[in-house]
């Protein structure tokens, strides 16, 4: 099973920008969607965003649209979250994902990825 790791989290004020990493380490990313999801103190773990295997397509919540990119580099085994104009509410911590089953496309739903890394931790200050 590949292991995930995110990187790059931290402290920022609103308005900032952070960029995460997420790198697979053991062997390479499957021919697989990658995802990113967060989750804040108290509430549920959600989505932020997907790309597809060739990175030709992606999802993004609402909430974070026009203000995050995710994108990959397959040769490296990265997925990165670039994160601009962040705001309070997006303090949590961030999660990257590998789809199962070596689905190609980008997904919303969590209970279909089955691999996750350990999070790393986004604090936006007002």
């Known amino acids: 099973q590949v292991q995930l790791v995110e990187s790059g989290g931290g402290l920022v004020q609103a308005g900032g920008s952070l960029r995460l990493s997420c790198v697979a380490s053991?062997?390479?990313?499957?021919?697989?969607?990658m995802g990113w999801f967060r989750q804040a103190p108290g509430k549920e773990r959600e989505f932020v965003a997907s790309?597809?295997?060739?990175?030709?397509?992606?999802l993004y919540a609402d909430s974070v649209k026009g203000r995050f990119t995710i994108s990959r580099d397959n040769a490296k085994n990265m997925v990165d979250l670039q994160m601009n104009s962040l705001k309070p509410e997006d303090t949590a911590v961030f999660y990257c994902?590998?789809?199962?089953?070596?689905?190609?496309?980008?997904?919303?739903?969590?209970?279909?990825?089955?691999?996750w890394g350990q999070g790393t931790q986004v604090t936006v200050s007002s």
């Open positions: 994902a590998e789809r199962a089953r070596q689905y190609r496309l980008p997904s919303y739903n969590s209970y279909e990825y089955d691999s």
């Open positions: 053991g062997r390479t990313f499957r021919s697989a969607a």
């Open positions: 790309i597809s295997w060739s990175g030709s397509s992606t």
